[in-house]
């Protein structure tokens, strides 16, 4: 999200928008903290629906605009976006531990959805050596066929901005 959202080369440069659409992205998960609290899993449920993209998404422009941030409610819908992202790939693989599937229209439906032919693999949520060798596993897979899009949006907003954005000067550039 961050590539397609950068509307210059210094947005595209700039780690403070990388971490926050990267943050965003990831903030779902931290629904995997709560077993600590009350030792049930509350991963997959509220948090990974389209009700907190949403919510990420006005609350980000909202800060991003009281910080002063340049095209804080792009930098805001980004954020929203790159939050979406993460429920849609967590739709998309195995999922192993119940309730199996996302609550991915909460809060306008308490309903879990699965896709039938998931393209992703399960992650393991135990620290055993068998666990961690999957997880790598899963991990290299989502990279083979993720990266390729993210090189794919990265070329693409490049050339629209005038040019590879990541090496000025190099062979790449000329």
Known sequence: MHVLASRDREELRD???VGVTVGAALLADVDLAFRFVDGRN???AESHGIGFALLTAVAGGLVF???GWRHAFVLGL???LAYATHPLL???NVDT???IGIMALWPFSPAYYKFPWPIFMDIGRTLTWTTVL???VAGAWEAT???PLLWAAWRWRSRRLGGPAWREGSRASR
């Open 78 to 80: 980004a954020a929203g």
């Open 65 to 67: 605009r009281l910080l």
């Open 15 to 17: 780690r403070w928008r």
């Open 42 to 44: 509350h991963h997959s």
């Open 134 to 136: 999957h997880n790598a």
């Open 97 to 99: 531990n119940p309730p």
């Open 145 to 147: 066929l993720l990266l």
């Open 90 to 92: 967590d739709y998309l």
